[in-house]
């Protein structure tokens, strides 16, 4: 049996929206199903705007240029996230700050930021990582408190609660991927979302080439083409009819790896706290010591039983990229850590009981020989 670590479920509805996109003609940035999808998309997070975009990673560029922050600006992040969530902070010119995360949900550490604000800091861009929610209400209070904005990159947690609020809507803007392997796809795309309308327009133009807004085609600074098309946007249109489902389908990988992983000594499973109400992107373990197998050595076995898994992501402030830009800064020894010991195990909204089963039988078998 070979298991992916992860395959989307694409939907009769977006299927069907698709096709009726092509068979109109309007396979680019204009026609209906954008502003379809927008919409709709904005009354599932519960804001005023949303502004498609061409991926997660373009989101996060628009949001933090739409806030005017570049060269000699800082911008607070967690150590641990995916390389995009540091890019966009660069495209901009301005420097990211590492701050290292809580062991137990691998968000940002909300108490270690306050030390890591300067004069030059403008934002902080708080990743709710593996769709767990950052613990917000203390983050937004320092963030009120230093005069700071709030960029959230909710780009693995459509869906996902902070108490009452949806990830995304608490920022001044909230930022999503549909990349392939997201809890919503559109091949690639993404999506900046804020209730502020000033910054909404700003957003929406920035992403398309900044034309004048009284003169089209005349231009008083650079945009980008970050559009998304009308393709994409009606196949996520037929992905969020079914956003219920896909988290229905996490709960219930989530509550199946739990009931048969849950005795296995040395492996740490994910917590969720009382804040939160967790969306499970992935299903991320850690790999302790005292697992008979180090965290390289399991998903080698694994990978031979044909099971693929993926390691977490190393330390940011540890890649060569940053390294060679800022050099060697202080260590993140949490994030340095679940990065040896962290694994995610298939977790796609296609996986099956049966792939289910399989890989925590070769997991089970493993940790006994
Ligand atoms: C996927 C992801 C992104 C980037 O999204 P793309 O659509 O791939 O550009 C940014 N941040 C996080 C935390 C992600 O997981």
């Known amino acids: 049996m070979k298991v992916p670590v992860n395959a989307p479920v694409i939907t009769p509805a977006a299927k069907k929206y698709v096709a009726d996109a092509m068979e109109t003609g309007w396979v680019s940035s204009a026609g209906p199903y954008i502003d379809k999808f927008e919409k709709a998309f904005a009354d599932y997070i519960g804001v005023k705007h949303a502004i498609s975009v061409t991926s997660g990673t373009a989101a996060l560029h628009i949001a933090l240029l739409s806030l005017k922050i570049g060269p000699g600006d800082e911008v607070i992040v967690p150590d641990f996230t995916m390389i995009a969530s540091i890019f966009a902070i660069i495209y901009t010119g301005a420097t990211p700050v590492f701050v290292d995360v809580e062991p137990d949900t691998y968000n940002i550490d909300v108490s270690l930021i306050e030390k890591k604000i300067t004069k030059k800091t403008k934002a902080i861009m708080p990743v709710h990582i593996y769709g767990h929610s950052v613990d917000m209400d203390p983050l937004i209070a320092l963030a009120k408190k230093h005069k700071l904005h709030v960029v959230e990159d909710a780009a693995e947690a459509h869906g996902a609660l902070y108490r009452s609020k949806k990830c995304g809507s608490m920022g001044t803007f909230g930022c999503f991927s549909f990349y392939g392997n997201k809890i919503i796809t559109t091949g690639e795309g993404g999506m900046i979302v804020t209730n502020d309308n000033a910054l909404a327009d700003y957003a929406r133009r920035l992403k398309d080439l900044a034309h004048n807004p009284e003169k089209r085609f005349w231009h008083d600074e650079v945009g980008y083409n970050y559009r998304m098309t009308n393709l994409q946007a009606a196949c996520g249109l037929g992905q969020l009819e079914s956003i219920e489902e896909f988290l229905a389908h996490k709960r219930w990988m989530t509550a199946e790896y739990e009931k048969r992983l849950g005795k296995i000594k040395g492996l740490r499973l994910p917590v969720t706290k009382p804040y939160a109400t967790n969306v499970y992107w992935m299903y991320s373990i850690l790999v302790t010591e005292e697992f008979p197998l180090s965290r390289d050595e399991l998903r080698a076995a694994l990978k031979e039983k044909g099971v693929d898994t993926r390691d977490f992501f190393p330390s940011s402030a540890q890649q060569p990229v940053i390294q060679k830009l800022y050099g060697a800064k202080e260590h993140?020894?949490?994030?340095?850590?679940?990065?040896?010991?962290?694994?995610?195990?298939?977790?796609?909204?296609?996986?099956?009981?049966?792939?289910?089963?399989?890989?925590?039988?070769?997991i089970l078998s493993v940790s006994k020989s």
């Open 332 to 362: 993140c020894p949490v994030s340095e850590k679940i990065a040896q010991q962290g694994l995610y195990l298939p977790s796609g909204l296609a996986l099956t009981q049966k792939e289910l089963d399989y890989v925590c039988d070769a």
